[in-house]
């Protein structure tokens, strides 16, 4: 394996766009096949898809990506799917949002970096629907390389059956990378999704891992592509389920108090939002997980 790792990073990027072309297509798929329930006469929604780009200090060019973005759909509400892959150097301020990757040897002398991955955050008309979050990536430097990412489930009327179907969807595709692997992914989705603020978690959790290298890179980028094969089952199901049922008033106050709660925790606590305003990136792509109305109380 080369130290610049041309062809592992082309084989990143290249998955993390075909996980986004096959979400794209699904809930396309769900908003054509919402054909009763709530907003069932309203128009099917679309993505529109946009270039991303992203510049260096001496106006270089510093990559980019696609933002794919639902606004108004009859089942989404609001959704985004993002791909990214940015490259450059690092600044200080970067290197401290980088968390567990602070102060790696050799960075202050060669501070190059490149990043590939996907995000997503899906919030949804029916307040019976869950919320959803995902994102995996891939992280390089001369002196290290990582993975990170996972999924979670943010509703605001709790079923504990659809949490159990997210959990154990996710499950069953980790239980080839080791028994113990989703207990402690699990672990820490509980700890790292926590609003301390608001002294509660921002969903019912999921899976997160970050800063992820066992030296096998094989091996992480096989668990980190199951991670992203894990979404689909896990939360089509549950809008399946759900986007028939009635809603009102109560319901809708409910759903948009507890979006605060989400914006809250992306603009204060989220590593990727930090990361990737310190670096650059397109602000609408890096913010476009804040719900599009949200209420406080």
């Not at 054909?35 to 069932?40: A, E, I, T, Y």
């Not at 040897?105 to 190059?112: H, I, L, N, V, W």
């Not at 019976?128 to 979670?152: E, Q, Y």
């Not at 595709?173 to 603020?197: N, Q, S, V």
Request: glycine share 10%; charged share 25%.
């Amino acid at each position: 394996m080369s130290t610049d790792m041309i062809n592992e990073k082309a084989r990143a990027a290249a998955w993390f766009k075909s996980l986004r072309d096959d979400i794209v297509a699904a809930f396309e798929a769900l908003e054509d096949s919402h054909n009763s329930g709530p907003l069932c006469d309203q128009p099917a929604g679309r993505f529109e898809v946009s270039d991303t780009t992203r510049r260096a200090e001496d106006g270089s060019d510093a990559g980019g990506g696609l933002m794919s973005v639902m606004r108004g759909g009859r089942v989404f509400e609001k959704v985004g799917v993002n791909i990214s892959e940015v490259y450059g150097t690092l600044g200080a301020r970067a290197q401290s949002a980088m968390a567990a990757r602070k102060g790696i040897p050799g960075m202050q002398d060669d501070p190059r970096f490149w990043a590939s991955g996907i995000s997503l955050v899906a919030h949804m008309q029916n307040p019976h629907a869950p919320a959803v979050h995902m994102n995996t990536r891939m992280f390089w430097t001369p002196h290290a390389w990582w993975f990170g990412g996972g999924s979670d489930l943010n509703p605001c009327i709790e079923y504990d059956e659809d949490t159990a179907h997210f959990h154990r969807t996710q499950e069953q595709h980790l239980a080839p990378h080791g028994d113990t692997l989703y207990e402690e992914l699990k672990d820490w989705a509980d700890e790292y999704f926590y609003i301390p603020h608001r002294n509660r978690a921002r969903g019912v959790g999921g899976i997160f891992m970050d800063d992820r290298n066992t030296g096998d890179w094989e091996a992480d980028f096989a668990l980190t592509q199951d991670i992203g094969r894990a979404f689909l089952p896990a939360y089509l199901p549950l809008v399946e389920k759900r986007r028939p049922m009635a809603f009102g008033a109560p319901e809708k106050d409910i759903q948009l108090v507890h979006r605060g709660l989400y914006a809250e925790y992306n603009l204060v606590y989220d590593r990727g939002t930090k990361f990737g305003l310190e670096t650059g990136h397109d602000a609408n792509a890096v913010l476009m997980s804040l719900p599009p109305m949200a209420k406080w109380i």
